[in-house]
Structure formats: structure tokens, C-alpha cells
């Protein structure tokens, strides 16, 4: 008979059917025994989904409980043994707020919630508000599970509308009833209002609203909503015109960068951005881009012509050897020359290396130091785990691993 360990191997395809097969109380031990590999432990946990032996379930309690286990294991049990109730004193204790293990305070979250614990509803609509997707998945589950059991009214009402997370929790729950949302796309905080705008489903409802003379922000989040629904983009444009195009002006920034940020971002910028720049995006006409490693090549030419002895141009990717981006590497006279690849664009960190000027004889456009500091303003983008808005520099020459 095969062992766990051979049904796991650290190299190649684990055996999912023969795991599901394995004996039960021999996969509790395994998962049991800290002295085996945590990550096939996880994955003896998944295996005993809908199984586990009765008589087992104290051991395995005690390692969700154990501090000093790995917190993936911890993960992995609290959703084997969910609906285990004499698990919630221990879930409500004080101490598991302050616990570090990666996704153990959010995973105890959602497991009280699922045991019907309604004081652990105000942190959970806090979690279901997260900017990252998979805390926000498990702050829904558990609202969902303090949903099942009581009722959305009766949620809605202990968390009341004070807070933006409650107030989209209350988006969600007026969705999931077929309700009108539009009222919120006026909300305050962007994010509610992005969830609304995210949520309305009915193009006949939006344009009652926006006839009703909404704020500009709430009509602009509601355009946005509309072309969702309909991709109508003629309309879109219509309503924009009717608004009277309205734009975040950014000092410093002209237009043509500004194009080639607002068609690389904004349509998919972060949810606490200024939809004016969603509704730019929708109704303007991105740039032409260029051939990008030829442009580089040609950058690089343009370098070399000038005397300054390039190197061969490089994606980003290929510098920094992982991620992405949006720009050429030249290594040159000791430092770097970055080419976009939403432009013409190029600079250095030296903003007076010796490469602009015959760039810019050659019609490339240097971004010198004054522009690159410019700020977009409102315009949030991920980067490195902040979601806030950034400068020129890093949208135009952007890279991430």
C-alpha cells in the first residue's frame, strides 16, 4: 500500500483520488504529527473534506489551537471543522485578534461568523471591505453565514450605516435582493459608491437617475455603470458631453502623457479612485503605441550615434530578471535610460545624462525631473502592496515583480 508520503511527493503531481481514498484515521494521525511536512499535512487536511472520524477531532481541534503550528495548517482545519461550536470560545477570545500567522485572524473571523457569532459582524464587514480579494472573500463568507442564520435585516440592523463598510455590506445586501443600489453611487466614500456602481443592474433605473440632476461624481459613477451594463460607448460619450466633460485637472501634467496614463490605468485603476478618470478612459481615444522593442532599438541607436556607447536594450523584465512593466532598459555611461512603452517617452534618474538631447533631437519626449515628480492625482494604482495614486515617473516607467 502506497504511503503519504509517496501520494505527495515534493516532486511532480500528488494523488488526489488515492488520497480521498486513504484511510481516514491514518490521514488525522499524519495531519496530527508535527514531525511531517506542514504542506502535505495542508493537504491531508483537504483530503479528509466530509470524513473525519469522530474520535480524531479533539487532536485536531487542539492543533487549530496551537499557536505554534503553521498557520496554513491552522487555515486548512478551520475550514475542515467549521461548524465545530465548542471551537467558538476559543474563536471569541481576545487573543485571536492579536494572532500573526498568515490568514488565521481572518479565517477565525469567518468561522464565526459561520457558527452564527453576531458579535463578530462589525470585523467582518470591515474584512469583506478589504482591498484584497481573498480577505474580502472570507469577510463575505462569514457575513453570509450571520445572513443564513438570522437574516440580512436583522445583520443590517445591528451594523447600522455609519461606517463605509457597513454601508457597502448594506450595497450587497439590497443587490442580493433585486433592490435599487443607485442611491448609493452618491455615497461619500468612493469605494461604496464603486460598489453600487459595480452592482446596479438596471440601465432603464440609471438614467431616471442621472435625469434626476445628480451631483457630478455620483452621475459620472452612474454613466460608468450604465456603459457596464450596455457598452453603449456613443451614449457614454453623450452623457459625458451633457456633464460637461469633467476631468481631474493635474498641474504639470499635459496632455500627452496624460493620454497614455489615463488609456494604460484607469480603466482598471483602484476602486477609491476619482471616476472621472474611468469616465476619460471610456470616452476618449487612446494613443497609438509604439513597436516597442523597436523603439528601444532605435533609442539605443540614437545613443550610440551620439558617441555614448549603449548597451542593448532590455525590457524591464529582463533587468530586474521577473515581473513586468512598461519600459526598456539602456544601460549607458554608467546609468540608465528607461523608453517607455506607452510613448515616445524616455528619461533618466540623471535628468541631465548626456542621452537627452540628441533623444529629443530625434523626436523622443524626455520626461525631465519636474514632470516625472508630478503626482496623478486620485488616480490609485497598485503598486508593491500600496493602492494609492502615484507619479509620473512610476506610471509612465512602470515595473512590478
Not at 38 to 64: K, T, Y
Request: glycine residues 8%; aromatic residues 8%.
Amino acid at each position: 500500500m502506497p504511503t503519504i508520503d509517496t501520494l505527495i511527493p515534493e516532486g511532480g503531481a500528488r494523488d488526489t483520488a488515492a488520497l480521498h481514498a486513504y484511510d481516514p484515521d491514518a490521514l488525522a494521525d499524519y495531519v496530527g504529527d508535527v514531525r511531517n511536512d506542514w504542506w502535505r499535512r495542508r493537504i491531508c487536511v483537504h483530503a479528509l473534506a466530509g470524513r473525519v472520524p469522530e474520535s480524531r477531532i479533539p487532536a485536531l481541534l487542539d492543533r487549530i489551537r496551537d499557536g505554534a503550528e503553521t498557520g496554513e495548517v491552522r487555515v486548512a482545519l478551520l475550514d475542515l471543522l467549521r461548524d465545530r461550536a465548542e471551537l467558538l470560545p476559543w474563536l471569541r477570545h481576545e487573543d485571536r485578534s492579536r494572532e500573526s500567522a498568515y490568514l488565521v485572524p481572518e479565517t477565525v473571523l469567518k468561522t464565526r461568523g459561520l457558527l452564527g457569532d453576531r458579535t463578530a459582524a462589525r470585523e467582518l464587514a470591515t474584512l469583506a471591505f478589504s482591498p484584497w480579494r481573498h480577505r474580502e472573500q472570507l469577510g463575505e463568507a462569514g457575513l453570509i453565514g450571520l445572513v443564513e442564520r438570522y437574516g440580512a435585516e436583522a445583520i443590517l440592523a445591528e451594523l447600522g450605516e455609519g461606517r463605509p463598510e457597513d454601508r457597502a455590506f448594506a450595497v450587497w445586501m439590497r443587490y442580493r435582493d433585486g433592490g435599487d443600489v443607485t442611491p448609493y453611487l452618491a455615497d461619500p466614500d468612493r469605494s461604496v459608491a464603486y460598489a453600487a456602481h459595480e452592482l446596479a443592474t438596471d440601465p432603464d433605473r440609471l438614467r431616471a437617475y442621472l435625469a434626476e440632476g445628480p451631483a457630478t461624481e455620483a452621475a459620472v459613477w452612474a454613466v460608468c455603470a450604465l456603459h457596464r451594463i450596455t457598452e453603449d460607448r456613443e451614449e457614454a460619450r453623450r452623457l459625458d458631453e451633457r456633464l460637461g466633460r469633467p476631468r481631474v485637472e493635474v498641474p504639470g501634467l499635459d496632455e500627452e502623457p496624460r493620454r497614455a496614463i489615463v488609456h494604460e490605468y484607469a480603466a482598471g485603476c483602484e476602486r477609491m479612485s476619482d471616476p472621472r478618470w474611468r469616465l476619460e478612459a471610456l470616452c476618449t481615444e487612446p494613443p497609438a503605441r509604439p513597436d516597442a522593442p523597436e523603439q528601444a532599438a532605435r533609442a539605443a541607436a540614437v545613443i550610440a550615434a551620439a558617441g555614448l556607447a549603449p548597451r542593448p536594450p532590455v525590457s524591464c523584465w529582463e533587468h530586474e530578471k521577473q515581473g513586468d512593466g512598461t519600459y526598456y532598459v539602456i544601460e549607458c555611461d554608467g546609468e540608465e535610460v528607461l523608453v517607455s512603452t506607452l510613448g515616445r517617452f524616455v528619461m533618466s534618474h540623471d535628468h541631465d545624462h548626456a542621452a537627452r538631447l540628441p533623444l529629443e533631437e530625434a523626436g523622443f519626449r524626455w520626461i525631465d525631473g519636474e514632470t516625472a515628480d508630478t503626482e496623478v492625482t486620485d488616480l490609485g494604482v497598485y503598486y508593491f502592496g500600496s493602492r494609492g495614486p502615484r507619479d509620473v515617473d512610476t506610471l509612465l516607467f512602470y515595473w512590478q515583480d
